[in-house]
Antibody
């Protein structure tokens, strides 16, 4: 059974940092691309960042570029999101998602974790 | 940037057909994926590549994509279909994924 479990969320002051983790199980993690997607309270889904299976290709949403860093550790079957210079508008539930598809146009998130809440407030 | 437009809400009685639209400029040339999100839960992929269903998703869920509109159709709507539904595409001009704003489906 595919499992994705996020952790590392919490309350942080504006300008602070957090590192989110996503532990994967039940599939060959090193063979899959991964995404982070967030959802602000009462709002819709927003794509945050993508990493290829090898880690060689990375994309970021404009809203987080230069502040967030995505990475992965195949030995630990884990995905990470390092978030620096956090702002109020980064407050959201952050989901990690497994991504499949041959071309980028075909890539979709076929399994999602339950999410971890990040609250940015003074 | 590429924008996807969804109606904020839809309401229908059980047994009716729900058609959730996702508008975008010439969206027909893109590949559309659809997610269902029930309150307090993570999203679930219900239709991918315009019209394919993942295993375990009922045949009542179907998708189409033509012109400037992609559509997720839920036939014979049930109370358990109450959820928010999101469309998603890849914006190749910016190497970004884009989600629609979501449609809240209410079964009366």
């Amino acid at each position: 059974e595919v499992q994705l479990v996020e952790s590392g969320g919490g309350l942080v002051q504006p300008g602070g940092s957090l590192r989110l983790s996503c532990a994967a199980a039940g599939f060959a993690f090193s063979n899959y691309e991964m995404n982070w997607v967030r959802q602000a309270p009462g709002k819709g889904l927003e794509w945050v960042s993508y990493i290829s299976s090898s880690g060689s290709t990375i994309f970021y949403a404009d809203s987080v570029k230069g502040r967030f860093t995505i990475s992965r550790d195949a030995a630990k079957n884990s995905l990470f999101l390092l978030m620096n210079s956090l702002r109020d508008e980064d407050t959201a539930v952050y989901y990690c998602a497994r991504t499949t598809g041959y071309s980028f146009d075909q890539k979709k998130n076929d399994f999602w974790g339950q999410g971890t809440l990040v609250s940015v407030s003074s | 940037s590429y924008v996807l437009t969804q109606p904020p809400s839809l309401s229908m009685a059980p047994g009716q057909t729900a058609m959730i639209t996702c508008g975008g400029n010439n969206i027909a040339v893109k590949t559309v994926h659809w997610y269902q999100q029930k309150p307090g839960q993570a999203p679930v992929l219900v239709v991918h590549d315009d019209s394919d269903r993942p295993s375990g998703i009922p045949e009542r869920f179907s998708g189409s994509n033509s012109g400037d509109t992609a559509t997720l159709t839920i036939s014979r709507v049930e109370a358990g279909d109450e959820a928010d539904y999101y469309c998603q595409v890849w914006d190749s001009s910016r190497d970004h994924w884009v989600f629609g704003g979501g449609t809240k489906v209410t079964v009366l």
